[in-house]
């Protein structure tokens, strides 16, 4: 056998090998997806009647769901799932229905994962815990948010001031009034979007202050309060 023969079946023995190892990551992969997809399910369909009954129950029932979502509760893949599905109750509840949801995020300590990825060097884990923590509107976020508010990365900036206005409307007027720097569009409707659906209730005097604001949009901003009649 001649040394180019040799090379050549050398080559085809590495490359079925490695032919083989591709086909069988391949299909790990494609086992692993499907059974996180059958398992995701699986706790969607468990937790969905145990968060109906968590609503609806009084406290000694809820009490005794609490102890039962935390027994499926152990693994980070399900509470990620269990965080969707409140945020998901979140977005379509309000009053004491979503009072309760905000407490079950409290008492299950889910607000320690959101605030995790809000301090996560990862700008996209930052976004996910800011939507996460405004939108339950874990008003003890405040502060940590304001610190993004002139971060180095464009959607994290924007979306920290937008979570501001949902977590504190009227401190978030106040804390934006001196921002620095310009305010895309984007903001801008968002802020105004989160105003129009939830009113607040504004003095003359911090009217006055807005429209005295050295951010020029924060000054449109407050025009645009004043004539949709939120000050009172």
Not at 118 to 146: C, V
Request: charge should be positive; charged fraction near 25%; glycine fraction near 4%.
């Amino acid at each position: 056998m001649t040394l180019n023969e040799t090379w050549i079946i050398g080559l085809i023995i590495v490359c079925s090998t490695l032919s083989v190892l591709m086909l069988i990551v391949v299909f790990l992969l494609k086992f692993i997806n499907t059974y996180q997809s059958n398992h995701a399910l699986r706790i969607k369909h468990l937790l969905h009647q145990l968060l109906v009954d968590y609503l609806l129950g009084d406290s000694l029932e809820r009490k005794q769901i609490i102890e039962k979502i935390q027994r499926l509760n152990k693994s980070r893949f399900n509470k990620k799932i269990l965080i969707d599905e409140l945020l998901i109750l979140t977005n379509n509840f309000s009053g004491i229905y979503a009072a309760r949801v905000f407490q079950l995020y409290k008492d299950l300590q889910l607000n320690e994962l959101s605030l995790n990825k809000l301090r996560n060097p990862i700008w996209h884990q930052k976004l996910r815990g800011m939507y996460e923590l405004s939108t339950l509107e874990y008003s003890e976020a405040f502060d940590e948010i304001s610190d993004l508010i002139y971060h180095p990365h464009g959607e994290v900036r924007r979306n920290a001031r937008v979570s501001l206005i949902k977590l504190k409307k009227k401190d978030a007027l106040m804390t934006l009034k001196d921002l620095e720097g310009s305010m895309s569009q984007w903001t801008y409707v968002s802020i105004i979007a989160i105003l129009k659906q939830n009113p607040i209730k504004l003095t003359g005097d911090e009217i006055r202050r807005l429209k005295s604001a050295q951010n020029p949009y924060v000054k449109t901003l407050a025009y645009d309060l004043e004539q949709f009649a939120y000050a009172q």
